[in-house]
């Protein structure tokens, strides 16, 4: 087909791949230069030269391609989402692992490409994960913050982006913010106990007690074979309870939490004092 049709990018693009299926990586590199020249937009053959560039150990010329097939939008987003994720991937290894040695620049390198896969595809919510994870591996969690709240915009079912946002919001002790974003995310995924938990918690810690017994009574039916997280939960529905005057409900949270976990002194210590009070 190439010898017939010379001219036709797609049959040149069929035979580098060719080529370099079969070993002959060097015939490969030669093919897709040629058409990179007549064609330096082409995002298919930049991706492609970036893996040849990276196989040659000519990390600049590979990066600079890795650059133009990002701002290709013939480059699907999954497949820059893929690459992104590889990168995160290898910098958390290196972390864990002084054996394995990074380029100084990887970073750099990183934030480059999310920087361009952003611009191009702004509601990606797999991409603004990645970019989330990656600010707050960097110590920027404001910025990660706001890469999640766009995520969950983006995509409302995306749960995993719900639990990293509700997290972060804890970490940087914005209660509110958590308490929002619990309450919101427990709606979205009604049968799920970890935003029904975290919406207690956080309603808990702003002395929003309705919320709280709410959020909590609805954990408690959803949670299964957790003993420990069970007494913990009853104890504070029991501490909501109490709150609101409801001490015979909060006496029956407390008894349910002992059960589980019969040496809380806490517990037990609120417990009878609550009762002694109750007369």
Excluded: C
């Excluded at 990066?63 to 133009?68: C, G, H």
């Excluded at 110590?139 to 766009?150: F, M, T, V």
Aim: hydrophobic fraction near 45%; avoid cysteine.
């Amino acid at each position: 087909a190439v010898v017939k049709h010379p001219d036709v990018p797609e049959f040149k693009m069929q035979w580098a791949q060719i080529l370099r299926a079969t070993g002959q990586s060097k015939q490969a590199l030669q093919v897709l230069k040629a058409l990179s020249n007549e064609d330096p937009t082409n995002g298919i053959v930049q991706l492609e030269l970036a893996q040849l560039f990276t196989q040659f150990d000519e990390l600049e010329k590979a990066q600079n391609a890795l650059r133009n097939a990002f701002a290709s939008e013939e480059v699907y987003p999954e497949e820059k989402h893929e690459i992104l994720l590889q990168y995160l991937q290898i910098i958390a290894l290196a972390e864990t692992n002084q054996k394995i040695a990074l380029e100084s620049d990887i970073h750099v390198a990183l934030k480059g490409l999310l920087d361009i896969a952003l611009k191009m595809h702004p509601d990606h919510d797999p991409i603004l994960m990645v970019a989330a994870d990656f600010e707050q591996s960097m110590g920027n969690e404001s910025i990660a913050q706001q890469h999640l709240i766009r995520a969950v915009e983006s995509n409302p079912g995306n749960r995993l982006a719900w639990s990293n946002l509700i997290a972060l919001d804890a970490n940087l002790g914005q209660i509110e913010n958590m308490a929002q974003h619990a309450i919101d995310a427990m709606e979205r995924f009604p049968l799920d106990v970890e935003f029904a938990l975290m919406t207690g918690m956080a309603h808990l810690d702003l002395k929003d007690y309705p919320t709280t017994v709410d959020a909590l009574e609805r954990g408690l039916a959803l949670l299964v074979d957790d003993a420990a997280l069970e007494a913990r939960v009853a104890a504070m529905l029991g501490d909501a309870l109490h709150a609101l005057g409801k001490d015979e409900r909060a006496a029956q949270a407390y008894e349910q939490s002992l059960t589980k976990d019969p040496d809380n002194p806490m517990v037990l210590n609120n417990h009878a004092y609550y009762l002694a009070l109750s007369g």
